[in-house]
């Protein structure tokens, strides 16, 4: 059994040990646990079986907006004689059924689609708002009964929203904001609320606490560790609960007619749209069109905020 000599010691002129360093570069760098979290969880979307499920519920959740889009094309005797996907067989196209909805006098489908935009972005903004603050001081301000209070904020997730319709309303109604876009801004900030609080508080804990040490060194106040410190690192959460709010507040018929009413000055888009089938149900082939056209405005927010939506969900606060 032959071993490996070791090399001598090497001096120098003056006498001294000459030592060789390690090329630190290339010792591989330890993960932080952000990082092995975010590549444990790559790994799992990217497995065969995750993606081939993933192809399948894009499939399903593709196959019917395609019918509908294709539905809300087809003239209004070929709708009712039969199905969209004849329309293979015999294409037909006609843009009468968006003419009616968004440009006829029975509709007025205009007048809702801004009422939908002047509920939701209100709705929007104000529980962000709110949750950013409520986030910061449950994260990183001391006061007495915080967890006991953070508990509660917490178990309001759990209500119902249908518990609270009566009560609300009632308060509306006693203090004289009923029927007005006060009422469903309220309603939907309030129901939003302990998620916004809940989810906001998690990512604000996952920074690193160094960061608000360094900058109260730095003689920081509370307001500007929050402004320039956390608001760069929370846009992921931002963006993310601004995609899931706006959907909820856009596609919500319960809250809005509720507290707001069915008149045309307030009610918005989906109260339009339960009502275009007529009466009688004779004018349902203007459903389609009406609901394509309901759809356009969330698909589009959803597309552009999808990689913030993700990095919100599945990233932490920071990396490294």
């Known amino acids: 059994m032959t071993t490996t000599p070791t090399p001598p010691p090497s001096f120098n002129e003056e006498g001294a040990l000459v030592t060789k360093d390690v090329d630190k570069a290339a010792q591989p760098r330890k993960l932080t646990k952000a990082e092995m979290r975010a590549a444990e969880t790559k790994t799992k979307l990217?497995?065969?079986?995750?993606?081939?499920?993933?192809?399948?519920?894009?499939?399903?959740?593709?196959?019917p907006t395609f019918g509908l889009l294709v539905t809300s094309i087809r003239p209004q005797a070929s709708i009712q004689s039969s199905g969209w996907w004849t329309w293979f067989t015999n294409p037909e196209f006609t843009l009468s059924n968006y003419d009616e909805v968004l440009f006829g006098e029975g509709t007025s489908f205009i007048t809702y689609f801004v009422n939908t935009i002047v509920i939701t972005l209100p709705a929007v903004v104000i529980p962000i708002t709110l949750a950013l603050l409520a986030?910061?001081?449950?994260?990183?301000?001391?006061?007495?009964?915080?967890?006991?209070?953070?508990?509660?904020?917490?178990?309001?997730?759990?209500?119902?929203?249908?518990v609270t319709l009566i009560p609300l309303l009632?308060?509306?109604?006693?203090?004289?904001?009923?029927?007005?876009?006060?009422?469903?801004?309220?309603?939907?900030?309030?129901?939003?609320?302990?998620?916004?609080?809940?989810?906001f508080h998690n990512f604000m804990k996952d920074i690193p606490p160094s960061l608000i040490e360094a900058a109260r060194v730095d003689g920081a106040g509370h307001v500007r560790i929050f402004f320039t410190v956390l608001m760069p690192l929370l846009i992921p959460a931002i963006a993310a609960f601004t995609v899931f709010q706006f959907l909820w507040v856009w596609n919500d018929?319960?809250?809005a007619l509720t507290f707001a009413g069915g008149t045309p000055n307030v009610a918005p888009l989906t109260v339009r749209l339960a009502e275009l089938s007529g009466s009688r149900g004779q004018d349902w082939h203007l459903l389609s069109a009406g609901a394509f056209v309901a759809l356009i405005v969330p698909l589009l927010i959803f597309l552009f905020g999808q990689r913030y939506f993700v990095r919100g969900l599945l990233a932490g606060g920071v990396k490294g």
């Not at 990217?46 to 196959?63: D, E, R």
């Not at 029927?179 to 129901?191: E, N, P, R």
């Open 170 to 199: 009632s308060i509306y109604v006693d203090v004289g904001l009923a029927g007005s876009y006060w009422t469903v801004w309220l309603s939907h900030s309030i129901f939003a609320l302990p998620l916004a609080i809940f989810l």
């Open 46 to 63: 990217t497995s065969p079986w995750a993606t081939g499920i993933a192809i399948v519920m894009a499939v399903m959740w593709t196959i």
């Open 253 to 255: 018929l319960l809250v």
């Open 135 to 162: 986030a910061y001081a449950f994260a990183w301000i001391k006061f007495r009964g915080r967890d006991m209070l953070f508990v509660a904020v917490f178990a309001l997730q759990i209500v119902p929203l249908q």
